[in-house]
């Protein structure tokens, strides 16, 4: 096939050599180069390369002892913190698999998460404990493991933590399964490494797939270092040495494999943000005057719009990245305006991508803009455009289905061999390609252009919604008849899920009957996923066979200004 974007590469390489080993091979062999420099930051404390290689071998010992062994499926249901990069590569060590989901998901979220990967061991924070006790009522658990943020802490902010904030946490109870940190890691063993190839599994993220069902995408331990170096070589600048913002969660594939495993395989140093705050966030990077900082485009909606960073000085910025959903050409030129009225001397590049191969795959050159391009594929990703439902590659310019293979592309869907076989099809070729259920367009010097998604979904905030899953929910609902859920424009999220609703015959539309079924959706949906506004209707616009239109609705709501 042709790849015309090589003609436009500049000084970045065509092809890489990637590592055959594991995850954690790869960030112990930056621990051996560097072993003193930075690798985590996080709330004032510093861990060098040597401190975390000791950490991630002390980690590993601990999960040894509790009997975890090679492909074993253990979930970290955490946000940003040490922790979570300690057991992420001890448990790559052991060569069990590790399923990240999203700490703020609901109760039923969970057993759901728990289930479709079979994971009998938990880690997670105190905060989150009662939340777990209900959810241990279906699922039990084997192994339910309790860390809080002091347990990264030293000093003074280990006992201010204490006493302004984890005295609010609700009481542990004794129980046979619960393991506190500290325990955890004093009960721990000398361990047998596991042996390890790139193509093992390493890594459970969930994604909704082309029929935006949620799935447990099966990533291995090579998607994560090809994805490592690639990005690094698409930086255009070196990253040794240099530190990234890392405020994109690690149950994302955008903040695990871009903010953190790029980072630590290259001799960089990832500073952790558990909890995305505008405030804080901007207070981060004037105090820790970051090299690089990567985000979806709510962030960056929030920073243009807040005056904490109206006079910091941003010519610390190699590279600011977008991905996550798409930067509006308004948004790109306000952020690109913001970056050099502070300082910087660079411009904002966005890049596209799917949890399929991890996150990104291509990216805008440092140096070659297109308006509404997304840039150019990484080093050895080939992407092409198919026309709809075929391996047929469309002419330059011409609207298709997205298409892309390289050493990023997922192994499977866990326990959904269908599906997997319908996102991964063999091509004329030969080859096996991802289909992204994305639209857009190659123009002739290989530049992309997303167009919109095939697959229903709703990009809030940089997270997907999945409305199908949404009106399972509330067609649940005692009092409801039949729902329909989109997502309709948001000047900071960029899209809001509203949902509206029939209720049953007899049921009277109130603001009780709005609230009731509100409280309902937040136990069995994650607060970010759940309706931010509610409308009652006698009953909904279908198709000719009967389905609910949801795109006449959608299209109710396009006119809503932005």
Known sequence: MKRPWLEHYGTVPHHLTYPQGSMSDAVFSAAEKTPEQQALAFMGQSVSYRQLAEEIHRTARSFWALGIRKGDRVTLCMPNVPQTVYCLYALNELGAV????????AEKEIVFYLSEVESTTLVTLHQFYDKLIQVQKEYPLKHLIITDIDDALGGIKKWGYRLAVKSKFPKLQSAENLTLWKQFLADGTPYQKAPATADDGA????????????????????????????????????????????????????????????????????????????????????????????????LYEALTRTDYLDHADLS????????????????????????????????????????????????TPDQEEREGSIGLPYPDMDYMICRVGTTEEVPYGEEGEICLKGPTVMLEYLGHPEETADALQIHPDGERWLHTGDLGVMDADGFIYFRQRLKRIIVTSGYNVYPSQIENVLDGHPKVQLSCVIGVPDPYRMHRVKAYIVPKKGVEPTDALREEILAYCSTYIAKYACPRELEFREDLPKTLVGKVAYKKLEEENSCEKV
Do not use: W
Not at 219 to 228: I, K, R, V
């Open 316 to 363: 610390c910025l190699l590279g600011v990245f977008s991905g996550g959903d798409s930067l509006s050409v308004e948004l790109k030129r306000k952020m690109d305006q913001f970056l050099a009225d502070r300082g910087a001397l660079v411009r904002i590049r966005e890049g596209y991508g799917t949890t399929e191969c991890v996150t990104a795959s291509c990216l």
């Open 98 to 105: 590790v399923s990240l989901i999203h700490p703020l998901s």
């Open 203 to 298: 890594v459970i993220l969930f994604s909704g797939g082309t029929t935006g069902t949620s799935k447990g995408v099966l990533l291995s331990n090579g998607n994560f270092n090809a994805l490592a170096l690639q990005t690094a070589a698409m930086a255009a600048r070196p990253i040794a040495g240099q530190r990234i913002l890392a405020a994109m969660p690690m149950f994302h594939g955008f903040g695990l494999g871009v903010c953190v495993h790029t980072a630590l395989v290259n001799s960089a140093g990832s500073i952790l943000v558990p909890r995305f705050n505008v405030k804080e966030y901007a207070n981060l990077i004037k105090k820790e005057r970051p090299n690089y900082i990567a985000g979806v485009p709510t």
